[in-house]
Nanobody
Framework: QVQLVESGGGLVQAGGSLRLSCAAS????????IGWFRQAPGKEREFVAA????????YYTNSVKGRFTISTDNAKNTVSLQMNSLKPEDTAVYYC???????????????WGQGTQVTVSS
């Protein structure tokens, strides 16, 4: 059974940094893609970043390019999202998700974690 567990959320001031982690278990993930999505109160869930487990394919939404970095640790089955220069508009619940293909479409992701709250104060 696939399980995704996020950690690393919290409260940070604008301009600060956080590092989110997604620990995956339950199968071999080498042919899968991991995405990070976020959902702010009253808004639809939106794509943030995604990577293949090999790291050979990576994609970011425009609003986080240059500030966020997604990376994988294959030995630990963990995907991290390093978030720098955080802005109040980054405040949301962040979710990691698993897909058999590289895509920004959330409906293509079959497994989801429970989410971790990120709050950026101004």
């Amino acid at each position: 059974q696939v399980q995704l567990v996020e950690s690393g959320g919290g409260l940070v001031q604008a301009g600060g940094s956080l590092r989110l982690s997604c620990a995956a278990s339950g199968r071999t993930f080498s042919k899968y893609f991991i995405g990070w999505f976020r959902q702010a109160p009253g808004k639809e869930r939106e794509f943030v970043a995604a990577t293949s487990w090999s790291g050979g394919w990576i994609y970011y939404t425009n609003s986080v390019k240059g500030r966020f970095t997604i990376s994988t640790d294959n030995a630990k089955n963990t995907v991290s999202l390093q978030m720098n220069s955080l802005k109040p508009e980054d405040t949301a619940v962040y979710y990691c998700a698993l897909s058999p293909r590289g895509t920004i479409t959330d409906s293509s992701y079959d497994y989801w974690g429970q989410g971790t709250q990120v709050t950026v104060s101004s």
